[in-house]
Structure formats: C-alpha cells, structure tokens
C-alpha cells in the first residue's frame, strides 16, 4: 500500500443487535491523494465506513466485523457529532491535543492550534471555553483539531452540516486547502458545493452496497440516485401527515420575548464565566404558524429558543407565558423540545419506547407505531435508540419530542443530516403541527424548510 491510500476488502460489519450486517462484503480503494465524496440516504453505512477505515469498529464498537479495512498513514477522523469530539476545557487545549499525542515540540504545536483555530474561522482565542460554543461552531472546533494533525488520509463525517450557507463556505474552504496532498473521503448529504473539489463520487443504496462510482462528470450524466441531495433537484413536498397524529392536545400559545438579554454563565473549576448570549431581543411565535430563527452560527438561534422554552433564565426583558414557573410534568405537556444535540437525550432503551415515553408519564397515549412509520423508524423499533445512524437519532428525538401533541413545538436544527425523502417527513411533521394549530418555533440554516415567519438573527440580536 501506497502512504495515503485507504481500502476496504470484503469489509462487513454487523453491529451487535442487529440482524443484517449494515455493511456487507464491500470492495473500495481509495488512491493516495485522491479525494472522495461519498454518499448515500440515512441509514445506508456512509459513518460506518468511515469508522471502520478508522478502525472504529470492533474495538470500542460492539459487532462483528469481516473482511479488512486498512489505511496507510495518519488518520485524521471529523465525527458526525462534534460534540463527542470535545476534550478540554478552552480552544487552544482541545486542538493541541492530537498533537501533543504526537509528540511535536512546543512551538510546533502551538503554531498549528492557532493556524487551525482561524482557518476554521472561529474568532475566539485559546482561552475561549469550549463550554461555551454553539453547534455549529464546535464542529469547527472539531475539524481544527483534526486539521491540525495534519493526516495523511482526512475521513470526514458531515463537516458542514450544522452550519449556514456562508460559514459552511469557509469551512469548505479551509478542508479542501487543508486536504491539498492528502487522501480525503467526506460525507455529505448536500453535495452540489463538493463536486468542484473531489475527484470521485461513490453513492451508496440503502442497503449499503455500491451502486455508483466514478468521476464526477461521470455522476452528473447518470440519472440522480435516490436518496440523495443532487444538484439542481426540486425540493421534496413535505408529506402529508395525517392532522390526528399533530393537532395539539392542549392548548397553543402565543410566546413572546420582551426585550430579552441572557448571559450564558460557564461554571468551571476556576470560576464562572459570563457570556452575553442575547442581547434585548424582542420576538414572537404564533399559534398556527411556523416561525423560523435563523442567521449565522453562533447568531444565538438555540438560546432564543430555549428562552422561549423556558429553559433559560433571562437577565433583563419579560418572557410570556413562563413557563420556568411550570413543573416539569406540566412543562413536558406543553413543550415538546428537541436540542441541538438530541443524540444526547434518550432515555429508553428501544425506540418504541422513547417515542411512547413522554405520553405514558403524562396518562395519555399516542399511536407509537404510525409515528415511527411517518419517520421512516419503523423497523427500528426494538433498537436501542444510541445505536442508530445520526439522522435517524434525529428523527427519533423529533418524534419522541412531539408523539404526545404538545401545544409549543421548540425544534433545534431539526432538518440537519436528513436525505431527501427524510426530510420531507420532518417537513410534514412541522407544517401539519403548525396547520392543525400548534405555535412551532424552529432555529434552522435550512433555506427550504417551509416557514411562515422568519426573525434573522446576528451576532446576539435581531438582524
Ligand atoms: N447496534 C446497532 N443495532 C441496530 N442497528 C444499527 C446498529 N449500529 C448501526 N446500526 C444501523 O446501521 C445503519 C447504518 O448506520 P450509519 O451510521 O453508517 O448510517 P449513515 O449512512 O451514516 O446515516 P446518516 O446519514 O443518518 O448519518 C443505520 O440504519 C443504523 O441504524
Ligand atoms: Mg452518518
């Protein structure tokens, strides 16, 4: 093997738990230098391959695994969850440590976390708190610390995925300047801004198996596989979800912020931190319509939304209704609430349950098996919710958040790493809450996710 080629051999993995293999049997070299874009609908073993050429698998991944995967070099691996990715307390830590790992010198190292940090485009120093980032701004964290090591083969799980339209062209740029010489695979769901910078496209069936590779004018002359985000496609209807599985249980109201201000407060071992999230922002979410948050990573979009949750306190400005005077009980009835990172808060252990769960400690029920059917969950139902594909972990929290109908639906980036045809049951969900009466607040990047209201936001304020 050639330093910077990475190959999979009859390569199958069976997670444990499951009964077909996620992959299985599959043949793919990738060249020294080349640069590779593979894709393929949610669920179809575009992480898994990744994580099996980074010897992933197996090792701290329950499952049985043939075949080989082997790569020749230095592995740098961007997880599709920026989070799991985070080691330390400030910026600068965090990047230096794959390359204290390393063992280079001082200066060497601390040259790189810099370099890194700002071609990534985050603006904060070394001593920034990692605590205190937004989504989309640790996953460029993330991919600074994976930069910095600078691989020979770059393995990256939707780098961009979390981020608006702009950043996520600084961010592209930065990859493809850091990947110049190197062997890079990058998975993505929205693959048009890729295809002037990789050399191959290698699109995946469901199932898992190859059904396409080759060069990328090659892929542009073929029909547009399903499943995937191709150039120039129609965005998809969203589905028609039935009103009975949507209209609100209790009542929806109407929220509004009153010349909110909130300082995030970081509790470290060394002190408290203030930073100042929200800046006098006035904004209201009607009943019976959509309204949109968006604006630039780390615009303050998800503490907006958890303001008008009730799950932040506010320093100044009045929040009606408050619900922070709710119990929880009282809280979970109303509110259905999907964070940015939902793969963090599951709390069954199979996906029928999670999607029951709220419903059953509130004395309700909901039809668990046509919810699961809408997203596309179905067969999932006896998995453990941990053990499914980053889109599917976000559908599942959007269904667990909202089986039971609650009133005010609070949705963090609820599009994020779903194919087309996923989507387009997340965009139902949505529109059919708002239409059957529901007050839907949602904090998105997503240009085409249907919306009646959008409030822009900048830099901690209303744009
Ligand atoms: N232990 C397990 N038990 C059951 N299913 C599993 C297990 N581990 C993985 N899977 C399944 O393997 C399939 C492939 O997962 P993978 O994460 O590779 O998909 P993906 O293509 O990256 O999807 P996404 O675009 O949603 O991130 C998914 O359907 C997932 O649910
Ligand atoms: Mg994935």
Same mark, same amino acid.
């Given at each position: 093997?050639?330093?910077?080629?990475?190959?999979?051999?009859?390569?199958?993995?069976?997670?444990?738990?499951?009964?077909?293999?996620?992959?299985?049997?599959?043949?793919?070299?990738?060249?020294?230098?080349?640069?590779?874009?593979?894709?393929?609908?949610?669920?179809?073993?575009?992480?898994?391959?990744?994580?099996?050429?980074?010897?992933?698998?197996?090792?701290?991944?329950?499952?049985?695994?043939?075949?080989?995967?082997?790569?020749?070099?230095?592995?740098?691996?961007?997880?599709?969850?920026?989070?799991?990715?985070?080691?330390?307390?400030?910026?600068?830590?965090?990047?230096?440590?794959?390359?204290?790992?390393?063992?280079?010198?001082?200066?060497?190292?601390?040259?790189?976390?810099?370099?890194?940090?700002?071609?990534?485009?985050?603006?904060?120093?070394?001593?920034?708190?990692?605590?205190?980032?937004?989504?989309?701004?640790?996953?460029?964290?993330?991919?600074?610390?994976?930069?910095?090591?600078?691989?020979?083969?770059?393995?990256?799980?939707?780098?961009?995925?979390?981020?608006?339209?702009?950043?996520?062209?600084?961010?592209?740029?930065?990859?493809?300047?850091?990947?110049?010489?190197?062997?890079?695979?990058?998975?993505?769901?929205?693959?048009?801004?890729?295809?002037?910078?990789?050399?191959?496209?290698?699109?995946?069936?469901?199932?898992?198996?190859?059904?396409?590779?080759?060069?990328?004018?090659?892929?542009?002359?073929?029909?547009?596989?399903?499943?995937?985000?191709?150039?120039?496609?129609?965005?998809?209807?969203?589905?028609?979800?039935?009103?009975?599985?949507?209209?609100?249980?209790?009542?929806?109201?109407?929220?509004?912020?009153?010349?909110?201000?909130?300082?995030?407060?970081?509790?470290?071992?060394?002190?408290?931190?203030?930073?100042?999230?929200?800046?006098?922002?006035?904004?209201?979410?009607?009943?019976?319509?959509?309204?949109?948050?968006?604006?630039?990573?780390?615009?303050?979009?998800?503490?907006?939304?958890?303001?008008?949750?009730?799950?932040?306190?506010?320093?100044? #400005? /009045?929040? *009606?209704? =408050?619900?922070?005077?709710? &119990?929880?009980? +009282?809280?979970?009835? $109303?509110? @259905?609430?999907?964070?940015?990172?939902?793969?963090?808060?599951?709390?069954?252990?199979?996906?029928?349950?999670?999607?029951?769960?709220?419903?059953?400690?509130?004395?309700?029920?909901?039809?668990?098996?046509?919810?699961?059917?809408?997203?596309?969950?179905?067969?999932?139902?006896?998995?453990?919710?941990?053990?499914?594909?980053?889109?599917?972990?976000?559908?599942?929290?959007?269904?667990?958040?909202?089986?039971?109908?609650?009133?005010?639906?609070?949705?963090?980036?609820?599009?994020?790493?779903?194919?087309?045809?996923?989507?387009?049951?997340?965009?139902?969900?949505?529109?059919?809450?708002?239409?059957?009466?529901?007050?839907? #607040? /949602?904090? *998105?990047? =997503?240009?085409?996710?249907? &919306?009646?209201? +959008?409030?822009?936001? $900048?830099? @901690?304020?209303?744009?």
């Amino acid at each position: 093997m050639a330093r910077g080629e990475a190959r999979l051999d009859g390569f199958t993995w069976k997670p444990l738990g499951r009964r077909d293999p996620v992959v299985a049997g599959l043949d793919l070299t990738v060249g020294a230098g080349e640069r590779v874009l593979l894709v393929g609908p949610s669920g179809s073993g575009k992480s898994t391959i990744l994580l099996g050429l980074a010897g992933a698998l197996g090792a701290s991944i329950a499952g049985e695994l043939s075949g080989t995967a082997s790569v020749d070099g230095r592995i740098g691996l961007l997880l599709q969850n920026p989070a799991d990715a985070v080691v330390a307390e400030h910026l600068g830590r965090d990047v230096a440590f794959g390359l204290e790992n390393l063992r280079l010198d001082r200066d060497e190292i601390w040259r790189r976390v810099d370099c890194a940090l700002s071609s990534v485009g985050l603006p904060y120093g070394r001593d920034h708190p990692t605590g205190a980032l937004s989504g989309g701004e640790q996953q460029r964290l993330a991919l600074a610390g994976v930069l910095a090591l600078e691989p020979d083969v770059l393995l990256l799980d939707e780098p961009t995925a979390m981020l608006d339209a702009s950043t996520a062209a600084t961010v592209r740029d930065a990859i493809v300047a850091g990947a110049r010489g190197r062997t890079m695979i990058v998975v993505e769901h929205h693959i048009e801004p890729w295809l002037e910078h990789v050399d191959r496209v290698v699109v995946l069936s469901p199932g898992g198996e190859v059904v396409s590779d080759g060069d990328v004018a090659g892929f542009l002359a073929g029909p547009p596989p399903p499943g995937v985000w191709s150039p120039g496609m129609r965005t998809p209807e969203p589905l028609d979800v039935p009103t009975d599985l949507v209209r609100p249980a209790g009542p929806a109201p109407t929220v509004t912020l009153d010349g909110v201000s909130v300082d995030l407060v970081l509790r470290t071992l060394r002190g408290a931190q203030r930073t100042r999230a929200l800046h006098d922002v006035t904004a209201s979410l009607d009943p019976g319509s959509v309204t949109a948050l968006t604006g630039p990573s780390g615009a303050g979009k998800s503490t907006a939304l958890g303001v008008a949750g009730g799950l932040i306190a506010v320093v100044d #400005g /009045v929040v *009606t209704p =408050d619900l922070r005077r709710k &119990r929880s009980r +009282e809280l979970a009835a $109303a509110m @259905g609430w999907v964070p940015q990172n939902p793969e963090h808060g599951f709390l069954t252990r199979t996906v029928a349950d999670e999607v029951g769960h709220t419903a059953r400690r509130l004395g309700t029920s909901v039809d668990v098996e046509r919810v699961l059917e809408v997203f596309g969950l179905a067969r999932f139902a006896p998995s453990n919710p941990y053990r499914l594909s980053g889109g599917e972990q976000r559908r599942l929290a959007i269904a667990a958040a909202l089986a039971h109908r609650p009133g005010l639906v609070l949705l963090d980036e609820p599009t994020v790493g779903q194919d087309p045809v996923t989507w387009a049951a997340v965009a139902g969900w949505i529109a059919a809450s708002a239409a059957a009466g529901a007050t839907v #607040g /949602v904090s *998105t990047h =997503d240009a085409e996710l249907p &919306r009646d209201v +959008e409030v822009r936001m $900048a830099a @901690g304020a209303i744009a």
